[in-house]
């Protein structure tokens, strides 16, 4: 059921997903407290925001001044089906026409200053609101195109910038993130945990050219996001709130969702406290840990169970990439890649949990364990009389010297 919010707005062209406010303000916080000048005389481009709608906008030009930035840059990806339906800030349908915004363009703000522009002292939006439709030092315009990331006009924008924050189409991480490598831009970014598998993203993972973000509002693994009102589909709503304005906003929650960065933040660097072996096995598991039939390493179901004392490969969860620290641990692989595997297995005979037989290849995808007796309740594999199970996306990992 992971992402299935996601995929069922994909399904029903809903996919208006926006990243709260608070959850980018304290993943930022986070940063700034590791190094309080992260972004400071640096071009922030958030290409993937509607400037109406995105809270990746709202927060840094409010932040403009206290972070320091020298630009910001935000560009929507497609139009916003609200758009022209929340016009509280940025004017009426007059105002967009004299703009010479057609509503079906996506849209380009470019803030480069940030002022007090009605003398109330204090900067909100309604002050960059004034700024832009006087046109002063700051612009708003239509894009000629749709604002696909992927156009050249897009990309001469991400020339100019220095650090990408946004929460890219899921369906086009790969393509995303590659982007930014080959342009080599900094970046904060949100995407699917199961991305860390990625042919194209474990490598950069597994060299520390990037890292899993601090991930501070992250509750079980899941975030919540803000969906349009107008396009929202009460099967997908968690929760309904309303704003200062009155405005209501509908809240859903994603499953298995993690900032992804290459911009240092001080939990990166927090070694995980372990047990040596001896008490894992006394006080946790109750019994040394299983070793893999096709792989010269030990299962570690648990990242808090990961004996400190261990020299060889041990086998832990993809989640270990949400404390790993590079100064701890290295990363050597995962159960697909190949130059690990001790074993190959013939045809197996898979048994499902719901007792249905049918002949497979899937142990030759991951870390197996043999195992004396057929489990309950779950799925196993037969060969040549001998019984296994499989262990879910295990990242091979072992102590540093």
């Given at each position: 059921m992971a992402n299935s919010n996601l995929a069922n707005a994909k399904r029903a062209k809903n996919d208006e997903f926006y990243t709260q406010y608070g959850d980018i303000q304290k993943e930022i916080g986070a940063y700034l407290e590791y190094d309080p000048d992260s972004f400071r005389n640096k071009t922030v481009y958030c290409n993937c925001d509607d400037p109406y709608e995105s809270n990746f906008f709202r927060y840094f030009v409010l932040n403009f001044n206290r972070l320091g930035l020298k630009r910001l840059i935000t560009t929507s990806y497609k139009p916003s089906p609200v758009a022209n339906t929340q016009l509280g800030l940025f004017g009426?349908?007059?105002?967009?026409?004299?703009?010479?915004?057609?509503k079906v363009n996506a849209n380009k703000f470019v803030i480069n200053e940030v002022c007090d522009t009605d003398g109330d002292g204090e900067f909100n939006l309604k002050d960059i609101a004034a700024q832009l439709k006087a046109n002063k030092n700051n612009d708003w315009e239509p894009l000629e195109g749709d604002g696909d990331f992927r156009s050249d006009e897009s990309i001469d924008l991400l020339k100019q910038s220095d650090i990408v924050v946004t929460n890219p189409p899921f369906s086009l991480f790969r393509e995303f993130l590659k982007q930014l490598v080959d342009y080599q831009k900094e970046f904060l970014i949100i995407g699917n945990l199961n991305a860390?598998?990625?042919?194209?993203?474990?490598?950069?993972?597994?060299?520390?050219?990037?890292?899993?973000?601090?991930?501070?509002?992250?509750?079980?693994?899941?975030?919540?996001?803000?969906?349009?009102?107008?396009?929202?589909?009460?099967?997908?709503?968690?929760?309904?709130?309303?704003?200062?304005?009155?405005?209501?906003?509908?809240?859903?929650?994603?499953?298995?969702?993690?900032?992804?960065?290459?911009?240092?933040?001080?939990?990166?660097?927090?070694?995980?406290?372990?047990?040596?072996?001896?008490?894992?096995?006394?006080?946790?598991?109750?019994?040394?840990?299983?070793?893999?039939?096709?792989?010269?390493?030990?299962?570690?179901?648990?990242?808090?169970?990961?004996?400190?004392?261990?020299?060889?490969?041990?086998?832990?969860?993809?989640?270990?990439f949400d404390k790993y620290s590079p100064e701890q641990f290295e990363i050597v692989g995962y159960e697909k890649s190949c130059d690990l595997r001790?074993?190959?297995?013939?045809?197996?005979?898979?048994?499902?949990?719901?007792?249905?037989?049918s002949f497979v290849t899937k142990l030759n995808d991951g870390a197996a364990i043999r195992v004396s007796t057929p489990p309950d309740a779950m799925t196993y594999y037969v060969v040549d009389d001998a019984y296994y199970v499989q262990s879910f996306k295990r990242i091979f990992i072992r102590h540093k010297k």
């Amino acid at each position: 059921m992971a992402n299935s919010n996601l995929a069922n707005a994909k399904r029903a062209k809903n996919d208006e997903f926006y990243t709260q406010y608070g959850d980018i303000q304290k993943e930022i916080g986070a940063y700034l407290e590791y190094d309080p000048d992260s972004f400071r005389n640096k071009t922030v481009y958030c290409n993937c925001d509607d400037p109406y709608e995105s809270n990746f906008f709202r927060y840094f030009v409010l932040n403009f001044n206290r972070l320091g930035l020298k630009r910001l840059i935000t560009t929507s990806y497609k139009p916003s089906p609200v758009a022209n339906t929340q016009l509280g800030l940025f004017g009426d349908d007059r105002t967009l026409a004299e703009k010479g915004r057609p509503k079906v363009n996506a849209n380009k703000f470019v803030i480069n200053e940030v002022c007090d522009t009605d003398g109330d002292g204090e900067f909100n939006l309604k002050d960059i609101a004034a700024q832009l439709k006087a046109n002063k030092n700051n612009d708003w315009e239509p894009l000629e195109g749709d604002g696909d990331f992927r156009s050249d006009e897009s990309i001469d924008l991400l020339k100019q910038s220095d650090i990408v924050v946004t929460n890219p189409p899921f369906s086009l991480f790969r393509e995303f993130l590659k982007q930014l490598v080959d342009y080599q831009k900094e970046f904060l970014i949100i995407g699917n945990l199961n991305a860390i598998t990625y042919k194209e993203v474990f490598p950069l993972l597994k060299e520390n050219k990037i890292w899993l973000g601090n991930n501070y509002r992250i509750n079980g693994g899941a975030m919540f996001f803000e969906i349009p009102e107008k396009i929202a589909n009460l099967e997908q709503v968690r929760e309904i709130r309303t704003d200062e304005s009155g405005k209501k906003i509908f809240v859903t929650r994603v499953q298995g969702v993690r900032w992804f960065t290459n911009l240092d933040h001080g939990r990166r660097h927090q070694p995980i406290p372990l047990m040596i072996e001896a008490e894992v096995v006394k006080f946790a598991t109750k019994k040394p840990f299983d070793k893999y039939d096709n792989f010269d390493a030990i299962e570690v179901p648990l990242i808090k169970n990961i004996p400190s004392d261990y020299i060889g490969l041990m086998g832990v969860p993809i989640s270990i990439f949400d404390k790993y620290s590079p100064e701890q641990f290295e990363i050597v692989g995962y159960e697909k890649s190949c130059d690990l595997r001790t074993k190959i297995y013939p045809k197996q005979l898979q048994i499902d949990k719901t007792g249905k037989k049918s002949f497979v290849t899937k142990l030759n995808d991951g870390a197996a364990i043999r195992v004396s007796t057929p489990p309950d309740a779950m799925t196993y594999y037969v060969v040549d009389d001998a019984y296994y199970v499989q262990s879910f996306k295990r990242i091979f990992i072992r102590h540093k010297k």
